[in-house]
């Protein structure tokens, strides 16, 4: 059984896998009905630092597998434009031009407005709000190992500067969801690479292919057809299926077989 779906221009700018950077900015004025884009506090200890609630639920799972909490703080969530225009003035004074554009993207250009994306810290009587203390050893290392099963990417690694446009940033995750986490880091893609690389899998003509467990799962990209008020899709009914804009022209269409 086959069922259409209708995805909106809208749609385009929501999901898991948006790409947000200078040349991409965040859509703030969209309200989601998706019960699992809804903001909530990563947990009871953190009550101000909010994720959607997809990323918070596989953050929660990471962190029990490894213990995680004992020894990693979260930094920051979810900013809303003002907040990171806020962040982008006081640094800008305090810090210098340079560093701000290194270190903080503009406002409307930031990941943390998605609820996407989390800055995490090692524990430590004083924290580096912006530059969160995150080594390449111990239980942070350990978090970093295991987050692309959990769906996270460390999402700009130093030597991908130039095709990211910020500096390195040990300390800041982003919510991708699995698969795309596993094949990302696999592959050595930063969200900006993914997101071109899946271009070449056009839906209807073909997939990309990845076995997980006993499960086939087809990945394919759907470009939204410009001056249409929407465009249709043919889903297997009965099998899992997830969509998501990627915030430049189309949908990433993930089915597991
Ligand atoms: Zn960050």
New binding site residues.
Partial sequence: MKRTLSLSREKIHTGSLILVNSKHRYQETLKTSDPLAVLIPINENFPAVKLQRRAVVLLTSLMKEISGWHGITAV?GWRSFQEQEQIWNDTLREQGLSFTKKYVAAPGC???QTGL???LGQKQKTIDFIRPYFPYSGICQKFRSKAAEYGFIE?YPAEKEAITGISH?P??FRYVGAPHAQIMVRNNLTLEEYISFLEHFPRGERAYKIQSRNQQILISYQKFIPDSAATTLMIDSGLPCSISGNNTDGFIITEWK
Avoid: G
Wanted: proline share 0%.
């Fill in positions: 920051s930031s990941e943390h994306a989390v800055d999402r940033e300390w800041h």
